[in-house]
């Protein structure tokens, strides 16, 4: 007893003396960089031409040099790959492209032994119509009957002939509901026809989720990245009709998505207590086995009233890590004050009632910031993403710089977001160095004799450099003070010049500025200290290390970005 009251104690005093509370109630995920792996795009191991677990645990030392916390994979489940790995077939099982379980295990043991975290893609809202349960379902095997969105659809008084139940446009264009002839009823599919959707009003549904998530939880992930939650509930009437959705405004095609709005089809309210359920299940996890925090990423493409409700309520918790794709929709015309209103829109929900932030640079259905914004701006925005508060969202390559590739189909694939999802470029050797073999499953980009890994890691200012140095900077005591009051700022110095201020209000202050404009912009009397020059871009005059005394004239070159550190 005593021994403890005197531990205690001297806990107490280690926290009193120390003073950092700053960096004490941070938990991992809250200012975490994290990346996402395009499995079949990062790397090779057997010469097929696409990418593999193999390849992947090859390269996780990578991610450890360059700073990253954790990595969200896309599937590498089972499936037809009629949507290269978002139509699953089994959930359980490794896709035998990517490799085996034994695979899977093996880049565990090597994630753990980096002090990498692990997070999975987890598809909730549709299976392949290729998976058993789907084929239970149509056949209305016990249990499974209504495992899926099934309906008769209606009869049209005039012509007397079937039609589906509703309007509704699925995203990928076309009609939601398809006729399956087995089973003489339409089913739902929110993206493509071999994407069912899976009944969550079906108790039994989220039971085998549940399943699923304890399968990789087991296995030793860290977290899940949910897919497409916005769809995971349809509305439907008291009586069993579904009610179709009004015209947008927003296209004059009436079989694209955007014909309607989808006020039936997406975030419904159910959506946010599925969300508070996983959570819980994901803490009472932890509470039986120990660990780190698991964590809840979740795509959706909402509003941000939206998202604060799925981080959570007050009550109840949910996803830690709602994605925040506002930075994506920048575009190369954008100043310095849009990057402000994108980040405000945030910010000003969800770090008021939340102290949560996360920035997104892109995804597997995005162009990439090369081609988004101008090749001349990727830097910009690593930046801008890695100097705000909270967790970072990198795609495999935009730490160096890669951009679209011009794609033609082939047997292989035929996707407009093809582009983006070429080979990772890690030397300037055969195919990049990402397959030994002849050919591989997307062209690699033209580009990647100059910007790939090994070439960029001999570059001073290259953007790998760059985005290395950026990671650094997270892990000082500035940095960590971001939840303390005054802890970071940001604001539009200029149209064109973003400031981006991370002060421990003690003895450390770094101030990030990031010119987005082609003009050479001059800023007069910023700070009466003197600072130093510790991390320049490509753009830059200025080297690390130099003087600057911000009483005085600071003058930013078009497209440079600079962070400068004021020590006590
Ligand atoms: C998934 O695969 C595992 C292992 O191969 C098997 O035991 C399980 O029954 C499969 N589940 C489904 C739904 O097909
Ligand atoms: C979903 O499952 C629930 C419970 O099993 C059932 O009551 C409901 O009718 C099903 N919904 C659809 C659209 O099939
Ligand atoms: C939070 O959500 C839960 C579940 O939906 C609800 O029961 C609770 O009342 C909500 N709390 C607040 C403060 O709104
Ligand atoms: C960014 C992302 O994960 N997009 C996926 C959303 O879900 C659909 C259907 O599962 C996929 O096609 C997208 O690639
Ligand atoms: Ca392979
Ligand atoms: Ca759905």
């Known amino acids: 007893m005593l021994t403890r009251l005197l531990l205690s104690l001297a806990l107490l005093l280690l926290v009193v003396v120390g003073g950092d509370a700053a960096s004490s109630d941070i938990d991992w995920w809250e200012n975490a960089a994290l990346y996402q792996i395009y499995p079949r795009s990062f790397q090779d191991s057997d010469g097929d031409g696409i990418g593999d677990l193999q390849g992947i645990t090859r390269r996780l030392a990578y991610l450890k040099?360059?700073?990253?916390?954790?990595?969200?994979?896309?599937?590498?489940?089972?499936?037809?790959?009629?949507?290269?790995?978002?139509?699953?077939?089994?959930?359980?099982?490794?896709?035998?492209?990517?490799?085996?379980?034994?695979?899977?295990?093996?880049?565990?043991?090597?994630?753990?032994?980096?002090?990498?975290?692990?997070?999975?893609?987890?598809?909730?809202?549709?299976?392949?119509?290729?998976?058993?349960?789907?084929?239970?379902?149509?056949?209305?095997?016990?249990?499974?009957?209504?495992?899926?969105?099934?309906?008769?659809?209606?009869?049209?008084?005039?012509?007397?002939?079937?039609?589906?139940?509703?309007?509704?446009?699925?995203?990928?264009?076309?009609?939601?509901?398809?006729?399956?002839?087995?089973?003489?009823?339409?089913?739902?599919?929110?993206?493509?026809?071999?994407?069912?959707?899976?009944?969550?009003?079906?108790p039994m549904v989220r039971e085998h989720m549940l399943e699923v998530l304890e399968f990789w939880l087991d296995r030793g992930v860290d977290g899940f990245r949910i897919d497409a939650v916005p769809h995971i509930y349809e509305h439907r009437n008291a009586d069993g009709s579904y009610p179709d959705e009004p015209i947008s405004g927003w296209s004059i095609n009436p079989e694209a998505y955007d014909y309607h709005d989808h006020i039936y089809t997406k975030d419904q309210p159910a959506t946010v207590d599925l969300m508070y359920e996983w959570r819980d299940f994901l803490l009472e996890y932890q509470a039986k086995n120990g660990g780190d925090t698991r964590v809840l990423l979740a795509e959706a493409y909402s509003a941000v009233e939206t998202l604060s409700a799925y981080f959570g309520n007050g009550t109840r918790q949910g996803t830690q890590l709602p994605m925040n794709f506002q930075l994506m929709y920048l575009s190369g015309y954008s100043t310095a004050r849009d990057v402000v209103s994108s980040i405000d829109y945030w910010m000003n929900t969800m770090w008021e009632q939340h102290q949560t932030a996360n920035w997104v640079v892109g995804n597997h259905d995005t162009q990439r910031v090369a081609n988004r914004m101008g090749a001349h701006k990727v830097d910009l925005l690593n930046v801008i993403v890695n100097a705000l508060p909270g967790a970072s969202v990198t795609y495999y390559g935009e730490e160096i710089g890669m951009s679209n590739v011009e794609t033609e189909c082939t047997e292989i694939s035929c996707d407009d977001r093809d582009g983006e999802r070429t080979p990772m470029q890690w030397a300037p050797l055969k195919n990049g160095d990402f397959s030994s073999g002849e050919s591989t499953w997307l062209p690699l980009s033209p580009d990647y004799e100059r910007y790939n890994v090994r070439t960029e890691r001999g570059v001073a200012r290259s953007s790998l450099q760059?985005?290395?140095?950026?990671?650094?900077?997270?892990?000082?005591?500035?940095?960590?003070?971001?939840?303390?009051?005054?802890?970071?700022?940001?604001?539009?110095?200029?149209?064109?010049?973003?400031?981006?201020?991370?002060?421990?209000?003690?003895?450390?202050?770094?101030?990030?500025?990031?010119?987005?404009?082609?003009?050479?912009?001059?800023?007069?009397?910023?700070?009466?200290?003197?600072y130093e020059y510790v991390l320049v871009t490509a753009y830059s005059v200025h080297t690390p290390g130099e003087k600057a005394d911000l009483s005085g004239l600071l003058v930013l070159m078009p497209y440079e970005a600079s962070v400068l550190r004021w020590v006590a």
């Open 65 to 202: 040099e360059i700073g990253i916390t954790a990595t969200w994979l896309s599937p590498i489940f089972s499936s037809p790959m009629s949507d290269f790995g978002y139509d699953i077939s089994n959930f359980t099982e490794i896709d035998q492209i990517f490799g085996t379980l034994a695979d899977f295990d093996a880049m565990m043991v090597q994630a753990k032994a980096l002090g990498l975290k692990i997070i999975l893609d987890f598809v909730p809202n549709h299976s392949s119509d290729e998976c058993e349960w789907f084929q239970k379902s149509v056949n209305r095997q016990d249990g499974y009957d209504d495992f899926y969105v099934w309906d008769d659809g209606k009869l049209n008084e005039q012509t007397g002939e079937r039609e589906p139940p509703s309007n509704w446009i699925s995203v990928f264009g076309g009609p939601q509901w398809t006729w399956h002839e087995t089973r003489q009823q339409y089913f739902l599919h929110q993206f493509q026809v071999k994407q069912p959707d899976l009944n969550f009003s079906n």
């Open 466 to 530: 760059v985005f290395k140095g950026l990671q650094q900077l997270k892990s000082s005591s500035a940095f960590l003070a971001f939840k303390e009051e005054g802890g970071f700022s940001y604001e539009a110095l200029t149209e064109q010049v973003l400031q981006i201020v991370r002060t421990n209000q003690r003895n450390e202050e770094y101030r990030i500025l990031v010119n987005m404009g082609n003009n050479i912009e001059r800023i007069r009397g910023l700070s009466n200290k003197v």
